[in-house]
């Protein structure tokens, strides 16, 4: 990375970040799977700078101006409140699975083996409070067609449907949380994005389900893994997974308040656990079993055992 590049994304980024409420710890070189220069900074809360995540960028990117500022600078504010979170790095599936996401690899790069399609590595854990190894290393991949409908190919603009479409393939039993093993991969296909509505389509959600999976985040992220800490309800990318909206969200936590479930912070965007909620540990332990049960193939356990036609 040049000296000049280097010096002219720092800039951007440092400006964005603070006008944000986040400041730029630390900076330095990478290289995207390709080998080609990247910066990766160190972004933390100005307000808690302890509290951090990693954005890494394209040595060469400019968003100086016009839509993929603004894309970046929404980024940016979003990740400000997610920060506040107790595990900014963890989100729920609809099947009552808390997920660690990281090692992620951006940018995107062009796939290697030939085919028409572009991918970021990266890896999700089991988050269940105790010492799991369970975890998925993923290849994410989309077509250079429906590469098209994305602005650029860089984390602020592709990080939120990535990790929705893993939520998503966790949710088919399409991808497994294993000790170890190889790369699985998650296709991010047209079926996830409307044409018509210009925008990412996951899971058509009920009240209920939403209801659920408010439940359900708050009893893990917050009773569970962030010591009782507030975890942020009206996060754009759960309502982006559950087909739903920012407001219809602060509704459904309205609601599961209502149940005595939870506990809303003055602003009503954050919550913490109720005495009542954490009593349902039992009922979230078996959930979590079943889901576990659910993505393991069971053609493997068929095979192991010599129960095959092949």
């Known amino acids: 990375m040049s000296t000049v590049a280097q010096t002219a994304l720092a800039g951007l980024v440092e400006a964005a970040a603070k006008a944000a409420g986040l400041v730029a710890v630390s900076s330095e070189e990478g290289k995207d799977f390709s080998g080609g220069p990247t910066a990766r900074f160190t972004l933390g809360l100005a307000a808690n700078p302890a509290k951090t995540q990693t954005l890494e960028l394209s040595a060469a990117f400019n968003f100086s101006q016009g839509p993929l500022k603004n894309v970046?600078?929404?980024?940016?504010?979003?990740?400000?409140?997610?920060?506040?979170?107790?595990?900014?790095?963890?989100?729920?599936?609809?099947?009552?699975?808390?997920?660690?996401?990281?090692?992620?690899?951006?940018?995107?790069?062009?796939?290697?083996?030939?085919?028409?399609?572009?991918?970021?590595?990266?890896?999700?854990?089991?988050?269940?409070?105790?010492?799991?190894?369970?975890?998925?290393?993923?290849?994410?991949?989309?077509?250079?067609?429906?590469?098209?409908?994305?602005?650029?190919?860089?984390?602020?603009?592709?990080?939120?449907?990535?990790?929705?479409?893993?939520?998503?393939?966790?949710?088919?039993?399409?991808?497994e949380l294993v000790k170890s093993g190889n790369r699985q991969p998650v296709p991010v296909t047209t079926r996830y994005y409307s044409s018509k509505q210009k925008r990412f389509i996951f899971n058509d959600t009920s009240d209920a389900q939403r209801q659920e999976f408010l439940a359900s985040k708050v009893f893990w992220l917050s009773g569970v893994l962030g010591g009782g800490e507030p975890v942020?309800?009206?996060?754009?990318?759960?309502?982006?997974?559950?087909?739903?909206?920012?407001?219809?969200?602060?509704?459904?936590?309205?609601?599961?308040?209502?149940?005595?479930?939870?506990?809303?912070?003055?602003?009503?965007?954050?919550?913490?656990?109720?005495?009542?909620?954490?009593?349902?540990?039992?009922?979230?332990?078996?959930?979590?079993?079943?889901?576990?049960?659910?993505?393991?193939?069971?053609?493997?356990?068929?095979?192991?055992?010599g129960h095959t036609n092949m």
């Open 72 to 175: 970046v600078e929404s980024y940016l504010q979003e990740s400000a409140v997610r920060l506040k979170n107790p595990r900014p790095d963890c989100y729920m599936t609809l099947h009552s699975l808390p997920l660690s996401f990281g090692k992620f690899e951006w940018p995107f790069h062009a796939s290697t083996s030939g085919a028409d399609t572009y991918i970021v590595h990266g890896e999700v854990r089991l988050e269940d409070g105790k010492e799991s190894v369970l975890h998925a290393k993923v290849a994410a991949s989309m077509t250079v067609t429906f590469a098209e409908v994305v602005a650029a190919l860089e984390q602020p603009f592709a990080e939120s449907f990535i990790y929705n479409a893993v939520r998503k393939t966790m949710d088919q039993g399409q991808l």
């Open 232 to 305: 942020w309800l009206a996060d754009p990318r759960d309502a982006q997974y559950l087909n739903t909206t920012v407001e219809d969200l602060k509704k459904t936590a309205s609601a599961v308040a209502g149940e005595g479930m939870i506990r809303l912070a003055a602003d009503t965007e954050f919550a913490t656990p109720t005495d009542a909620l954490m009593g349902l540990k039992d009922g979230y332990e078996h959930e979590l079993a079943d889901a576990l049960k659910f993505i393991k193939p069971s053609f493997n356990e068929e095979m192991r055992a």
